[in-house]
C-alpha cells in the first residue's frame, strides 16, 4: 500500500502542474508589454496630417492614449467604430501610429472611415514600434501624466476593453461622475 | 548478409536524401539577403537572429521569418552590432521592449529556475527509485529462492 503512495502523490502533483499550465495557455498567447510601468519611450515623428513633427513630451502633464494602427491590418477596420465613439467621448486625446503604412492609404483610410485621431505619427520603418515592443497591430497604450505606461491592449479595442482597462485605470477626479 | 547490407545501404540513402531535401528548404535557407562586411560579426548576427522570437509568428526565429517585423528586428540587430554592441546588449536592448518572450533560450531567473532544474532533479529522482526497485529485487531474490518470479516456474 505504502509503496503506492509516492507514485501517486508523483502523478497527483504532475496532474496538479499541468492543470495549472492548461487553465493559464490562453492568456499566453497575449504577450505582456516588457512597458508597463516604465517610461514610455521617446519619439519624434512626422505628422500624417498636417506640417511638423510630433513629439509625445508634448503630452506631459496629462493621460494619453496611442493606437497603433494600419490599413493593411483587418482587426484595425473592427475597432475603428469604437475608435471614433472614444474620440467622441472626449476623455483622453488619442494619438494613432500609423505603422508600416503607406501614408496616401492612411489618408483615405481617414477620409473614409472617418478621424478618431487628434494626431496621427508616421512610422514606415518600425523604428518606434520596435522601442515599444509593438507585435502586431492593432495595439493600444494607456500613458499617465508622468508620461509612464500603464497598460498595453492587443487586439481590437470594444467597448469592455475601453471601460474595465483604460478608464477603470484613469484617476477619479472630484466632482466627475465615477 | 547480402540483404541486410542492402537495407543499410537503403538508409545512408534516404538518411542523405532527408539532407539534401532539407538543405533545399526554406528552413535552411536564409530568408535574409543581407550579409555583414566582417565575417565575424556576421557570425554572430547570424547566431542572435536564430535566437531571437519572431513576435508575429511566435514559433520562428527572426531569420525564418519573411514577415515584415522580423525584417525590422534583423535590421536592428545589424545595426546595434555595427555600433559594436556585445550580444548580450543586443539580447539586453530586444528584451527590454518585447520581455523574455523574445528570447528563445530563456534566462535563469527565479522565474524560470524551476524549468532549468525540473529536468534534472526529475531525472535523480527516476534513478533514485529505478536503483531502489533494483536492490529491493536482488534481496528478495537472494533471501526466498522459492519466490516464484516466473508464472511457469509456479504452475509447474
Not at chain 1, 502533483?13 to 492543470?19: G, K, R, S, Y
Not at chain 1, 508600416?100 to 487628434?118: F, V
Not at chain 1, 497598460?151 to 484613469?170: I, N, Q, S
Not at chain 2, 525540473?118 to 533471501?143: C, E, M, Q, Y
Request: glycine share 8%.
Amino acid at each position: 500500500m505504502n509503496r503506492f503512495l509516492l507514485p501517486a502523490g508523483l502523478f497527483a502533483l504532475l496532474v496538479a502542474v499541468l492543470f495549472i499550465g492548461i487553465q493559464r495557455a490562453p492568456q499566453k498567447t497575449v504577450i505582456p508589454s516588457a512597458l508597463v510601468g516604465k517610461p514610455a519611450p521617446a519619439f519624434q515623428a512626422q505628422r500624417l496630417i498636417g506640417e511638423g513633427r510630433f513629439d509625445p513630451a508634448s503630452l506631459r502633464g496629462q493621460w494619453w492614449v496611442m493606437n497603433v494602427w494600419g490599413t493593411w491590418c483587418p482587426e484595425c477596420r473592427h475597432e475603428h467604430e469604437m475608435l471614433l465613439e472614444i474620440a467622441r467621448s472626449e476623455v483622453l486625446p488619442l494619438v494613432g501610429l500609423n505603422w508600416k503604412d503607406d501614408d496616401q492609404a492612411a489618408r483615405a483610410w481617414l477620409d473614409e472611415l472617418g478621424d478618431p485621431y487628434d494626431v496621427v505619427a508616421v512610422d514606415r520603418d518600425s523604428r518606434i514600434a520596435i522601442d515599444w515592443g509593438v507585435y502586431g497591430a492593432p495595439e493600444t497604450f494607456l500613458i499617465d501624466d508622468r508620461g509612464t505606461v500603464v497598460h498595453r491592449h492587443v487586439g481590437a479595442m470594444t467597448r469592455e476593453v475601453w471601460a474595465r482597462d483604460f478608464l477603470a485605470r484613469l484617476p477619479k477626479k472630484p466632482g466627475v461622475g465615477g | 548478409m547480402i540483404r541486410s547490407s542492402f537495407q543499410g545501404l537503403g538508409i545512408v540513402r534516404a538518411a542523405l536524401l532527408a539532407l539534401a531535401l532539407w538543405a533545399s528548404s526554406p528552413a535552411a535557407q536564409a530568408i535574409d539577403p543581407v550579409e555583414l562586411q566582417d565575417p565575424a560579426l556576421q557570425e554572430r548576427y547570424r547566431a542572435l537572429t536564430h535566437e531571437l522570437r519572431c513576435m508575429q509568428c511566435q514559433n520562428q526565429s527572426i531569420a525564418d521569418s519573411p514577415v515584415g517585423l522580423a525584417g525590422d528586428l534583423r535590421r536592428e540587430v545589424r545595426e546595434l552590432l555595427l555600433a559594436g554592441k556585445t550580444d548580450a546588449e543586443v539580447r539586453e536592448h530586444l528584451s527590454a521592449r518585447y520581455g523574455d518572450f523574445i528570447l528563445f533560450r530563456p534566462r535563469f531567473t527565479a522565474a524560470t529556475a524551476w524549468l532549468w532544474i525540473t529536468p534534472a532533479a526529475l531525472l535523480l529522482l527516476g534513478i533514485v527509485i529505478a536503483a531502489r526497485i533494483i536492490r529491493r529485487r536482488a534481496t528478495l531474490a537472494d533471501s526466498d529462492p522459492t519466490e516464484p518470479d516466473d508464472r511457469g516456474d509456479a504452475r509447474a
